[in-house]
């Protein structure tokens, strides 16, 4: 039997996000509630800003893996194509969506925003185990991501968003197997990298669209999406899966993190 390889089995299972039988007239027939609607928005918004995470991804050692660069050109084609799906559900309530929504969020990004590239590679160059601390840290955000889509689905108690969002999360968990696989793999290998890496998600990590959306909306997804027992449980259970990674057991980063933010 051949041996398939972790990059064989990255492009072989790349996709399009499959829409085949969603009706996005039903949301216009049954519109989504103010609240859900904030949070596509929000979702919308930083799934079309992962090229962005990527142009920061390949100023570090990373870009020397082909493994690596492989898997990262497919997850940002995928989770382009997750913003798109998420636009067609505001387009249906008359909203902006896709590039003219996204002209405006990357118009109205700080300067900062210049100098994370810049930023990244400095970083990466001269902190011990460097390679493991993006990877780790995208592990927690897919993780973040597909627990945020598990719980509005719950929440917003519509069909056709539960199906849309139940493929988006199909797609998002094949991502979290390869960033915690080769997290696993290098921080195994490295002392350094543990420790590393294990004081930058402590000190540095924030939930997934910090620093890109505003502190407002941050807060309110938090809220809306992780706040009483349910949620309490959806972020016990990313924590739980942090603490498999090597070295970085007991940061209960999840729940800290978003509870810093409005969620009980």
Known sequence: MPITTTRERVTRRSEALDLSGIDFNEFTREPLDEATLRCIRYMHDVEHHTVCYLRDLLVTPLHKDPTVTTFLAIWAYEEHWHGEALGEVLKAHGEPANDERVTALRGSLSCFDRFRPGLSQLGTSIIPGSTAVPLAWGAVNE????????????????????????????????????????????????????RTTRFMLRRFWAPVGSGVMPAREVSFLTRHLFTGE?????????????????????LNLATRAMRGRGAS
């Not at 509005?152 to 979290?176: D, V, W």
């Not at 949620?231 to 057991?249: F, K, N, Y």
């Open 143 to 194: 993780w973040t991501t597909q627990a945020a889509y598990a719980r509005l689905g719950e929440l917003a108690h519509h069909s056709t968003l539960t199906e849309l969002l139940r493929r988006i999360m199909r797609q998002e968990g094949r991502h979290i197997d390869f960033y915690s696989h080769e997290a696993a793999l290098r921080l195994s290998q490295h002392r350094l990298a543990r």
């Open 230 to 250: 349910a949620g309490r449980a959806s972020l016990s259970r990313i924590d739980r899966q942090i603490d498999r990674l090597p070295g970085l057991a007991g």
